[in-house]
Nanobody, 125 residues
Framework: QVQLEEAGGGLVQAGGSLILSCAAS????????MGWFRQAPGKQREFVTA????????DYAESVKGRFTISRDGAKNTVYLQMNSLKPEDTAVYYC??????????????????WGQGTQVTVAS
């Protein structure tokens, strides 16, 4: 089992940047592919980005390509989400998740077994 804790959310002006972090504890961090999802008020949770266990592959939602970057640091058991050029439509609760998928960067929420509690990101226009 793994525990996940997000940090770094907050209020930012449109066009600004934020870095979210997700610290993992428990089983070996390298055993998990990691992903970020988000849920805006009144909307379903949606995939944002993911990174494979071996950092060999990443994937991004079309809406964030070129603006967001996912990375992971095995020494710190932490995955990061660098968010640039933020837009009001990026406002949501952002969740970190861990998947036992052996290959690739899973896109679907059901492929993730462990979830953090979420961190609020609000982008003001």
């Amino acid at each position: 089992q793994v525990q996940l804790e997000e940090a770094g959310g907050g209020l930012v002006q449109a066009g600004g940047s934020l870095i979210l972090s997700c610290a993992a504890s428990g089983r070996t961090f390298s055993s998990y592919a990691m992903g970020w999802f988000r849920q805006a008020p009144g909307k379903q949770r949606e995939f944002v980005t993911a990174i494979s266990r071996n950092v060999g592959s990443t994937d991004y939602a079309e809406s964030v390509k070129g603006r967001f970057t996912i990375s992971r640091d095995g020494a710190k058991n932490t995955v990061y989400l660098q968010m640039n050029s933020l837009k009001p439509e990026d406002t949501a609760v952002y969740y970190c998740a861990a998947s036992t998928a052996r290959w690739g960067a899973p896109l679907r929420g059901l492929e993730y077994s462990y979830w953090g509690q979420g961190t609020q990101v609000t982008v003001a226009s």
